[in-house]
């Protein structure tokens, strides 16, 4: 069974810390997401990968930066963890090869606390 | 206005009721996913669409491509079912098959 792993389950982080939320994939897939998720506000893309070193910001990239050093692996840091990043993180990925989508899978998420 | 819109945004249902999801959206796409997330979890992929009808057990998804229109049914409705049930678009022309999400529909089967 494919799998998206996200390192952590739980996590609480002092304000002012260094984070690393980091997510592997099994698949072989190019594509790489990190999301933040929070009530009233759906699925915010943060950052995205679409090959190794490669990286483009999504939707709300300010406080966060991310790193693919392999292709199996999506790292998402926070610089200096804020209370405002306190949310839900998934991990995708996704593959599209020779015109066929193989479609997206999740990781089941990192419920961040910052104090 | 969101490029995608699901209704109803929340759903009481009996066990055994058949339930229909609802997403619009306003731009080309050239994929639809429905997807699931139980309380405290992580997402599910149910359904990618590009055209047609999709089944999988208890579950249906369509898509009119020309309307812009896609719809989830849930046949026999169970209180496993509860869950957000969120739809999402692969815009034509975006890179790296990012989506766009819609807001989700909370759904609660009650037995």
């Known amino acids: 069974d494919v799998k998206v792993t996200q390192s952590s389950r739980y996590l609480v982080k002092r304000t002012g810390e260094k984070v690393f939320l980091e997510c592997v994939q099994d698949?072989?897939?190019?594509?790489m997401f990190w999301y933040r998720q929070d009530p009233g506000l759906g699925l915010r893309l943060i950052y995205f990968?679409?090959?190794?070193?490669?990286?483009e910001k999504g939707d709300i990239p300010e406080g966060y930066s991310v790193s693919r050093e392999k292709k199996e692996r999506f790292s998402l840091i926070l610089e200096s963890a804020s209370t405002n990043q306190t949310s839900m993180y998934l991990c995708?990925?996704?593959?599209?090869?020779?015109?066929?989508?193989?479609?997206?899978?999740f990781g089941s998420g990192t419920r961040l606390t910052v104090v | 206005k969101n490029e995608v819109e699901q209704s109803p945004q929340n759903l009481t249902a009996q066990e055994g009721e058949f339930i229909t999801i609802n997403c619009s959206y306003s731009?080309?796409?050239?994929?639809l996913h429905w997807l699931q997330q139980h309380p405290g979890g992580g997402i599910v992929s149910l359904f990618m669409?590009?055209?047609g009808k999709k089944k999988h057990g208890r579950l249906i998804a369509t898509i009119n491509i020309q309307e812009k229109h896609s719809s989830l049914h849930i046949t026999a409705s169970h209180p496993r079912d509860s869950a957000v049930y969120i739809c999402?678009?692969?815009?034509?022309?975006?890179?790296?098959?990012?989506?766009?999400f819609g807001e989700g529909t909370q759904l609660t089967v009650n037995p």
């Open positions: 990968s679409y090959d190794v070193k490669m990286k």
């Open positions: 999402a678009v692969r815009l034509i022309g975006t890179s790296g098959s990012r989506l766009t």
């Open positions: 669409l590009s055209s």
């Open positions: 698949m072989d897939h190019e594509n």
């Open positions: 995708a990925s996704s593959s599209i090869r020779s015109g066929v989508d193989y479609g997206y899978t």
């Open positions: 731009v080309g796409i050239s994929a």
